[in-house]
């Protein structure tokens, strides 16, 4: 059975005093989150120790945003997943829009960043979506099937069964416009069609597809009853833990 997930995606926000307080509050909430609802928090990379400690004990798990191509050495600046993992991460974000846009991520970096991860005992979250354009030129399916092949697809599927999906409409991250949950389900579908496609019907149904951009409590339910989609992947609102926990207990 794929996991129901809810993950924040904190960017590079709070403090290290505010991310502490920020996570406690969502490990204090998570009592009224239903218990098949795996909750994820992504705090940037100085704050994953004592994020991991404040919610070490509660159903809280810990990502990072990213994680080096690398597995150490002379890279100045870096982060390797080892760290990650070392620091208590049981997560990392892969791909995501903001990085591919403005880090020059190439599929070809992330293939090996997902190969580290894996070897380190992370799961990534895979991010995968279309730029506004290339949605309205009609491309989308393209765009996102060709994320899925130049990345996921050159995985072994012992380690792809390892990979949470997120789909992020670039044209919908931040911006308040959320993908209508025709729009959403639609795509998810697709994603989902591909797996199976690829790995088989059987792995498809248990990979778990998040829908991320711009989901908030007023849409998270209706987001979440969509068959094909299996939580969130959330940025702005993951901020408030008030406004994280809604968006949980949407399920
Ligand atoms: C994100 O960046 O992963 C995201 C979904 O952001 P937001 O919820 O703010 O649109």
């Known amino acids: 059975m794929r996991r129901k997930i809810v993950a924040g995606n904190w960017k590079m926000n709070t403090s290290v005093a505010e991310g502490v307080a920020l996570a406690k509050a969502v490990a204090a909430g998570a009592i009224e989150v239903p218990s098949d609802v795996d909750i994820i928090i992504a705090p940037p990379f100085t704050h994953i120790v004592p994020v991991a400690e404040a919610v070490a004990g509660s159903r809280i798990a ?3 945003q990213n994680c080096a191509d690398e597995p150490k050495g002379a890279y100045t600046g870096e982060v390797a997943a080892s760290m990650i993992a070392g620091a208590g991460c049981r997560y990392v974000i892969l791909g995501h829009s ?3 846009q403005y880090y020059g991520e190439t599929s070809e970096k992330l293939v090996k960043k997902m190969r580290l991860a894996l070897a380190e005992g992370l799961k990534p979250i895979y991010c995968v979506g279309e730029k506004l ?3 309205n030129a009609g491309n989308h ?8 092949a130049e990345v996921l697809f050159e995985l072994t599927p012992e380690e792809a069964s390892k990979v949470v999906i997120a789909y992020e409409p670039v044209w919908a991250i931040g911006t308040g416009v959320t993908a209508t949950s025709a729009q959403a389900q639609e795509i998810h579908a697709f994603i989902r069609g591909s797996l199976a496609g690829k790995f088989g019907s059987d792995f498809a149904e248990e990979i778990s597809i998040l829908y991320g951009g711009s989901c908030k409590p007023s849409n998270a339910a209706e987001l979440f009853a969509c068959p094909d989609i299996d939580g969130g992947l959330i940025g702005g609102a993951s901020l408030k833990a ?3 926990l809604a968006i949980a207990k949407s399920y």
């Open 242 to 244: 008030e406004d994280f």
């Open 141 to 148: 399916f393209a765009v996102v099937g060709a994320q899925l």
């Open 62 to 64: 810990v990502s990072a």
């Open 133 to 135: 354009e290339e949605r």
């Open 98 to 100: 903001e990085r591919r």
